[in-house]
């Protein structure tokens, strides 16, 4: 029997997200090699790493090749997110990468999911937003297909979700309006 212990297996095919953490933080000292906006290179220990000032910190502090610079940041899979940076006779410059912004609450899928499928709820959103309903809605899997008009305005499909959102507007078609009715 042959004991294979898988994290020990390279990371061919397999995304080394799931092998390298996420927050791990280096510190090291080299000279500045190519320069691309707020990325660059740095060749350190015989190595050469990707590193990311961001274009607020590159304004902060310039770089140029040739640079000796030494830089803590976290290591992520593709680069180095620098958080410090330093050269001799100058100033250390703290930098602070902002995360994604992602709301909080549910995402339209799951809004859409949890959400009753209530007809009247679609209408509702369709009146308050300035429509006048030609046509009764029409259940979709995961919206309500209402046919709608403008006072100065030619007829229009309009996409609500079952949370009473407004989500697509596109011209109607006559065929599948008058087919359907």
Request: proline share 8%.
């Amino acid at each position: 029997m042959i004991d294979f212990d898988i994290s020990n297996a390279p990371a061919v095919g397999r995304s080394t997200e799931k092998i390298m953490p996420l927050h791990d933080t280096t510190a090291f000292s080299g000279t500045v090699g190519h320069v691309f906006a707020h990325r660059f290179t740095v060749e350190a220990d015989g190595e050469t790493h990707l590193a990311d000032l961001g274009p607020k910190g590159v304004a902060a502090f310039p770089i140029a090749h040739g640079l000796r610079v030494t830089l803590e940041g976290e290591r992520r899979p593709s680069e180095i997110k620098v958080t410090r940076i330093s050269a001799e006779g100058r100033d250390p410059v703290e930098i602070h990468h902002k995360k994604p912004h992602h709301p909080h609450g549910p995402k339209r899928a799951e809004a859409r999911a949890e959400a009753s499928a209530d007809p009247a709820r679609a209408l509702a959103a369709v009146a308050s937003a300035g429509w006048a309903v030609m046509d009764a809605p029409r259940r979709k899997p995961k919206h309500f297909e209402v046919l709608g008009r403008r006072p100065d305005g030619a007829a229009t499909e309009l996409h609500v979700d079952f949370a009473g959102t407004i989500y697509r507007e596109k011209p109607a078609d006559p065929t599948k309006w008058t087919a359907q009715s």
